[in-house]
T-cell receptor
Protein backbone atom coordinates (compact mmCIF):
# COMPACT_ATOMS: atom_id res chain seq x y z
CA UNK A 1 0.00 0.00 0.00
CA UNK A 2 3.05 2.27 0.23
CA UNK A 3 2.56 5.20 -2.16
CA UNK A 4 6.24 5.89 -2.93
CA UNK A 5 8.63 3.12 -2.04
CA UNK A 6 12.40 3.22 -2.16
CA UNK A 7 14.87 0.40 -1.81
CA UNK A 8 17.14 -0.11 -0.07
CA UNK A 9 16.45 1.91 3.07
CA UNK A 10 20.10 1.79 4.14
CA UNK A 11 23.16 1.38 1.95
CA UNK A 12 26.73 1.20 3.26
CA UNK A 13 29.43 0.83 0.64
CA UNK A 14 33.07 1.51 -0.01
CA UNK A 15 34.49 4.37 -2.03
CA UNK A 16 34.77 3.58 -5.70
CA UNK A 17 31.85 1.15 -5.79
CA UNK A 18 28.79 1.47 -8.04
CA UNK A 19 25.33 1.29 -6.49
CA UNK A 20 21.68 1.75 -7.43
CA UNK A 21 18.63 2.98 -5.57
CA UNK A 22 15.18 2.05 -6.82
CA UNK A 23 11.95 4.03 -6.54
CA UNK A 24 8.41 3.08 -7.43
CA UNK A 25 5.14 4.98 -7.00
CA UNK A 26 1.61 3.59 -7.24
CA UNK A 27 -0.20 6.92 -7.18
CA UNK A 28 -0.53 7.30 -10.94
CA UNK A 29 1.59 10.46 -10.83
CA UNK A 30 3.32 11.61 -14.00
CA UNK A 31 6.36 13.32 -12.46
CA UNK A 32 9.09 11.86 -10.28
CA UNK A 33 12.08 13.38 -8.56
CA UNK A 34 15.31 12.62 -6.78
CA UNK A 35 16.36 14.88 -3.94
CA UNK A 36 19.53 14.76 -1.85
CA UNK A 37 19.42 15.74 1.83
CA UNK A 38 22.79 16.47 3.35
CA UNK A 39 23.85 16.27 6.98
CA UNK A 40 22.49 19.77 7.59
CA UNK A 41 19.05 18.68 6.40
CA UNK A 42 19.19 20.73 3.21
CA UNK A 43 16.97 19.14 0.55
CA UNK A 44 18.28 19.82 -2.93
CA UNK A 45 16.78 18.62 -6.20
CA UNK A 46 18.90 16.41 -8.41
CA UNK A 47 16.59 15.23 -11.20
CA UNK A 48 13.01 15.47 -12.32
CA UNK A 49 11.25 13.25 -14.85
CA UNK A 50 7.85 13.95 -16.39
CA UNK A 51 6.27 11.05 -18.30
CA UNK A 52 9.68 9.36 -18.49
CA UNK A 53 11.31 12.47 -19.96
CA UNK A 54 14.13 14.25 -18.11
CA UNK A 55 12.91 17.73 -17.18
CA UNK A 56 15.41 18.91 -14.62
CA UNK A 57 19.04 17.95 -14.28
CA UNK A 58 20.66 20.14 -11.70
CA UNK A 59 24.40 20.44 -11.38
CA UNK A 60 25.00 16.85 -10.46
CA UNK A 61 28.19 14.92 -11.27
CA UNK A 62 27.99 12.64 -14.30
CA UNK A 63 28.54 9.73 -11.93
CA UNK A 64 24.83 10.03 -11.10
CA UNK A 65 22.55 8.64 -13.78
CA UNK A 66 18.79 8.44 -13.40
CA UNK A 67 16.71 5.98 -15.39
CA UNK A 68 12.95 5.97 -15.80
CA UNK A 69 11.73 2.78 -17.51
CA UNK A 70 8.11 3.88 -17.08
CA UNK A 71 6.07 6.57 -15.34
CA UNK A 72 5.92 4.59 -12.11
CA UNK A 73 9.66 4.02 -11.69
CA UNK A 74 12.68 6.25 -11.34
CA UNK A 75 15.96 4.63 -10.41
CA UNK A 76 19.25 6.27 -9.52
CA UNK A 77 22.57 4.71 -10.38
CA UNK A 78 25.76 6.09 -8.88
CA UNK A 79 29.21 5.22 -10.22
CA UNK A 80 32.54 5.52 -8.44
CA UNK A 81 31.05 6.50 -5.10
CA UNK A 82 32.81 9.20 -3.10
CA UNK A 83 32.73 10.10 0.59
CA UNK A 84 30.81 13.28 -0.25
CA UNK A 85 27.97 11.23 -1.71
CA UNK A 86 26.99 10.18 1.80
CA UNK A 87 23.50 11.60 2.40
CA UNK A 88 19.85 10.65 2.49
CA UNK A 89 18.35 10.37 -0.98
CA UNK A 90 14.62 10.93 -1.30
CA UNK A 91 12.45 9.96 -4.20
CA UNK A 92 9.21 11.88 -4.64
CA UNK A 93 6.34 12.01 -7.06
CA UNK A 94 3.62 14.45 -8.04
CA UNK A 95 1.03 15.10 -10.66
CA UNK A 96 2.38 17.96 -12.72
CA UNK A 97 -0.91 19.79 -12.77
CA UNK A 98 -1.33 19.45 -9.04
CA UNK A 99 1.01 20.81 -6.46
CA UNK A 100 2.32 18.72 -3.69
CA UNK A 101 4.89 15.98 -3.58
CA UNK A 102 4.62 12.61 -1.95
CA UNK A 103 8.01 11.55 -0.63
CA UNK A 104 9.43 8.09 -0.25
CA UNK A 105 10.92 7.08 3.07
CA UNK A 106 14.47 7.83 1.95
CA UNK A 107 17.67 5.87 1.39
CA UNK A 108 20.51 6.59 3.77
CA UNK A 109 23.72 6.14 1.80
CA UNK A 110 26.98 5.91 3.71
CA UNK A 111 30.23 5.76 1.79
CA UNK A 112 33.21 4.55 3.79
CA UNK B 1 19.69 31.12 -8.60
CA UNK B 2 16.36 30.68 -6.85
CA UNK B 3 16.72 30.79 -3.11
CA UNK B 4 14.49 30.10 -0.15
CA UNK B 5 15.71 31.39 3.19
CA UNK B 6 14.68 30.25 6.66
CA UNK B 7 16.14 30.79 10.11
CA UNK B 8 17.71 27.48 11.05
CA UNK B 9 16.77 27.82 14.71
CA UNK B 10 16.38 26.04 16.93
CA UNK B 11 13.19 27.82 17.86
CA UNK B 12 12.02 26.90 21.32
CA UNK B 13 8.49 27.64 22.51
CA UNK B 14 6.62 26.47 25.62
CA UNK B 15 3.72 24.08 25.22
CA UNK B 16 0.51 25.94 24.43
CA UNK B 17 2.26 28.96 22.91
CA UNK B 18 2.20 30.14 19.31
CA UNK B 19 5.18 29.14 17.17
CA UNK B 20 5.96 31.48 14.28
CA UNK B 21 8.10 30.21 11.40
CA UNK B 22 9.25 32.52 8.63
CA UNK B 23 10.49 32.12 5.08
CA UNK B 24 11.57 34.47 2.29
CA UNK B 25 12.10 33.61 -1.36
CA UNK B 26 13.98 35.24 -4.20
CA UNK B 27 11.98 34.29 -7.31
CA UNK B 28 9.15 36.79 -7.86
CA UNK B 29 7.59 34.40 -10.39
CA UNK B 30 6.95 31.78 -7.71
CA UNK B 31 3.39 30.52 -7.79
CA UNK B 32 2.85 28.14 -4.92
CA UNK B 33 4.21 27.88 -1.42
CA UNK B 34 4.39 24.90 0.87
CA UNK B 35 5.19 23.97 4.42
CA UNK B 36 6.52 20.50 5.13
CA UNK B 37 7.23 18.96 8.51
CA UNK B 38 10.08 16.49 8.91
CA UNK B 39 10.61 14.43 12.01
CA UNK B 40 14.13 13.17 12.65
CA UNK B 41 14.89 10.18 10.45
CA UNK B 42 11.62 10.49 8.53
CA UNK B 43 10.57 11.88 5.19
CA UNK B 44 9.00 15.32 4.78
CA UNK B 45 5.22 15.44 5.02
CA UNK B 46 3.04 18.22 3.69
CA UNK B 47 1.29 20.40 6.26
CA UNK B 48 -0.13 23.20 4.13
CA UNK B 49 0.11 24.99 0.83
CA UNK B 50 -0.94 28.49 -0.16
CA UNK B 51 -1.26 30.28 -3.50
CA UNK B 52 -2.90 33.59 -2.79
CA UNK B 53 -1.92 36.54 -0.66
CA UNK B 54 -3.39 36.48 2.81
CA UNK B 55 -4.02 33.80 5.39
CA UNK B 56 -5.04 30.18 5.08
CA UNK B 57 -6.07 28.27 8.17
CA UNK B 58 -6.18 24.53 8.77
CA UNK B 59 -6.79 23.49 12.34
CA UNK B 60 -3.96 24.80 14.52
CA UNK B 61 -1.93 25.85 11.49
CA UNK B 62 -2.13 29.16 9.62
CA UNK B 63 -0.06 29.93 6.54
CA UNK B 64 0.42 33.57 5.59
CA UNK B 65 1.62 34.80 2.21
CA UNK B 66 2.76 38.26 1.13
CA UNK B 67 3.96 38.13 -2.48
CA UNK B 68 4.95 41.80 -2.56
CA UNK B 69 7.37 41.18 0.30
CA UNK B 70 8.23 37.67 -0.98
CA UNK B 71 7.46 36.33 2.46
CA UNK B 72 5.57 33.31 3.70
CA UNK B 73 5.07 32.22 7.28
CA UNK B 74 3.54 29.40 9.30
CA UNK B 75 1.88 29.91 12.66
CA UNK B 76 1.25 26.96 14.93
CA UNK B 77 -1.26 27.72 17.68
CA UNK B 78 -1.43 25.78 20.95
CA UNK B 79 1.95 24.18 20.22
CA UNK B 80 2.34 20.59 21.38
CA UNK B 81 5.50 18.58 22.08
CA UNK B 82 4.52 16.43 19.08
CA UNK B 83 5.02 19.52 16.89
CA UNK B 84 8.76 19.35 17.62
CA UNK B 85 10.32 18.78 14.22
CA UNK B 86 12.10 20.57 11.38
CA UNK B 87 9.78 22.71 9.26
CA UNK B 88 10.70 23.12 5.63
CA UNK B 89 9.47 25.97 3.48
CA UNK B 90 9.24 25.12 -0.22
CA UNK B 91 8.47 27.22 -3.26
CA UNK B 92 7.26 26.20 -6.70
CA UNK B 93 8.03 28.47 -9.63
CA UNK B 94 6.36 29.00 -12.98
CA UNK B 95 7.19 27.51 -16.37
CA UNK B 96 10.08 25.07 -16.13
CA UNK B 97 10.28 25.92 -12.45
CA UNK B 98 6.85 24.45 -11.90
CA UNK B 99 8.41 21.01 -12.12
CA UNK B 100 10.37 21.39 -8.93
CA UNK B 101 10.10 22.50 -5.37
CA UNK B 102 12.96 24.60 -4.03
CA UNK B 103 13.37 24.04 -0.31
CA UNK B 104 14.75 26.20 2.43
CA UNK B 105 17.20 24.71 4.89
CA UNK B 106 14.48 24.28 7.49
CA UNK B 107 13.75 25.63 10.95
CA UNK B 108 14.05 23.24 13.86
CA UNK B 109 11.18 23.73 16.31
CA UNK B 110 11.31 22.48 19.87
CA UNK B 111 8.14 22.63 21.98
CA UNK B 112 8.99 22.47 25.67
CA UNK B 113 6.44 20.65 27.89
Amino acid sequence: DTAVSQTPKYLVTQMGNDKSIKCEQNLGHDTMYWYKQDSKKFLKIMFSYNNKELIINETVPNRFSPKSPDKAHLNLHINSLELGDSAVYFCASSQATVVSYTFGSGTRLTVV
Amino acid sequence: QKEVEQNSGPLSVPEGAIASLNCTYSDRGSQSFFWYRQYSGKSPELIMFIYSNGDKEDGRFTAQLNKASQYVSLLIRDSQPSDSATYLCAVKGSGAGSYQLTFGKGTKLSVIP
